[in-house]
């Protein structure tokens, strides 16, 4: 075992076999210390420790009629196989107690505080849940996991050793940056030089690198409202000058405080959370903002391949031609958001100042991931996923459209491209919620919508519904159930 597992403080206040028995229980139910598996003799111990032998002997004995430890004859003492059944958890303590020495003072000590910022919440075993109107989780059924496998495994053979061996400090794989320039890239009318493209550990990762390095304390920054919780709490960490902008149907909308901002955010292929599609006559006016007033934007790409009506519309930056749209991408939608694989387009200068920051952060995302993802890219599974999402995600949102006409009318206007999400607006009395905990206790999970909101008291009656992880046909027995609960909950 572990030598770090194994040590105790002579301290007046508790004996030395009070604290060796205190210190094996809290590995023992820590899981440090598995069921079934053996602790070091009573002479190891002793000579470890530095401690006499009977000490330990007389710790073991206790533990061992306490029920945590088992003897087995001219072989030592095991860990019982009892140890989680919550028989014994509490007979001796798992932890040392305090002495009086002083503690630290752990908020006078951050600088932030993220624990205290408001985030989604969803439920953990939301698979549990007969009906998961849940958005931004992909369905496992139409992942293709033998072509994934093929891929891990020509990744693991000697000829891709290297790949995921080595430490790349900042560098990415090569072969992932080509795939992302020439299948994904290219889809959305955007043409980028390898030096021009950072893969991260997701958008998130992007997200937070782009806010690490342009946004400075006091500055302005703009975005959708409602929009996406996270970057606002990520703007949050480095200014307090954030000014939400409206969104109706054409996007984000050309205000005043738009215009005072030097960065902006935004979601023009599906904007977050409404799904509304930016105009080419918004887009326009946006880019032309940017030029005249120096400003950046940021455009988070993430839903682009769920259009389901016409072509999709190009991306925001394939239309850039001053270097002014910093392009943030994610691989979760389409191939599993636990895999965390993402990228960023942005001029040579920032994208080198972007690696050099991952890399303090850390180094470099997986090499091992970088290289099955680059190979299932390059041997066209993505591809043919794309289109298996996108006949699936399609016949869904067909269902889902026609059962809220039919159990909640007026309540939603489909979205114009698609998407993987409805976004509902309630009456007034309604409180989303509510909804959401009486939904939970009958087997619906659905997402409030006060929190994309800068001022959430007076937006309780949206609420957001996802379909990309719930069979189709649960979808309308769904609805019809979230139907009784909301007019249960009608004022009289």
């Given amino acids: 075992m572990r030598n770090a597992l194994f040590h105790v403080e002579r301290m007046e206040m508790t004996t030395l076999q009070t604290q060796i028995r205190e210190m094996l229980v809290s590995a023992m139910l820590s899981g440090q210390l ?15 420790l530095k401690v006499s032998r009977n000490t330990v002997m007389l710790a073991y004995q206790a533990l061992a009629s306490d029920g945590y430890l088992v003897a087995r004859e001219r072989s030592g003492f095991y860990v019982s196989s009892d140890i989680h059944d919550g028989t014994m958890a509490g007979s001796v303590p798992a932890k040392l107690p ?5 503690q630290p003072d752990w908020a006078g000590r951050f600088r932030v505080q993220p624990s205290e910022q408001t985030n989604i919440v969803k439920p953990d075993n939301w698979h549990d849940y007969p009906y998961p109107f849940i958005y931004g989780q992909a369905d496992a059924a139409l992942f293709p996991i033998a072509a994934w496998r093929d891929c891990m495994r020509q990744s693991m053979g000697r000829k891709w050793l290297d790949a995921w061996t080595n430490d790349h400090f900042a560098e990415d ?11 994904i890239l290219t889809r959305r009318g955007i043409l980028a030089n390898a030096d021009e493209i950072l893969i991260t550990l997701g958008a998130q990762n992007a997200l937070y690198i782009l806010s690490s390095l342009l946004v400075k304390r006091g500055m302005t920054v703009a975005i959708e409202d409602p929009g996406y919780p996270d970057i606002r709490n990520i703007f949050q960490l480095r200014t307090d000058q954030i000014n939400h902008i409206p ?16 960065l902006v955010f935004v979601t023009p292929s599906h904007q977050y959370p409404t799904n509304a599609t930016m105009s080419p006559e918004r887009r326009k006016a946006l880019l032309q903002w940017a030029t005249t007033n120096n400003g950046l934007i940021i455009e988070d790409d993430y839903e682009f391949e769920t259009n389901y009506q016409g072509e999709p519309t190009p991306a925001l930056k394939s239309l850039d031609q001053g270097q002014r749209v910093l392009y943030v991408g994610s691989l979760s939608k389409s191939l599993m958001p636990g895999l965390r694989m993402g990228f960023m387009v942005a001029p040579a200068p920032l994208i080198r100042e972007a690696r050099a920051l991952r890399r303090l952060m850390l180094r470099h995302p997986p090499g091992n991931n970088q290289g099955v993802v680059a190979l299932f890219l390059s041997l066209g599974h993505h591809d043919t996923l ?16 026609k059962a809220l006409e039919k159990y909640f009318p007026g309540w939603t206007q489909a979205p114009g491209f698609g998407g993987t999400s409805y976004w509902l607006k309630g009456p007034p009395w309604l409180d989303g919620t509510l909804l959401a905990s009486r939904a939970l206790e009958e087997g619906i999970v659905i997402e409030p919508g006060d929190i994309y909101f800068s001022d959430p008291q007076n937006h309780r009656h949206f609420i957001r519904l996802g379909f990309s992880s719930i069979a189709e046909e649960r979808i309308e027995p769904g609805l019809e159930r979230l139907s009784h609960i909301v007019a249960a909950m009608k004022p009289a």
């Fill in 247 to 262: 969104v109706d149907e054409e996007g984000i909308t050309l205000t005043p405080e738009l215009f005072k901002s030097e």
């Fill in 34 to 48: 598995p069921a079934g598996s053996p602790i070091p003799s009573t002479r190891a111990m002793a000579k470890r």
């Fill in 98 to 102: 305090l002495t009086g020495e002083p």
């Fill in 173 to 183: 794989d090569r072969m992932l940056i080509e795939q992302v320039r020439q299948r």
């Fill in 386 to 401: 794309i289109g298996r999402l996108h006949r699936s995600y399609r016949n869904r949102w067909v269902t889902m459209g």
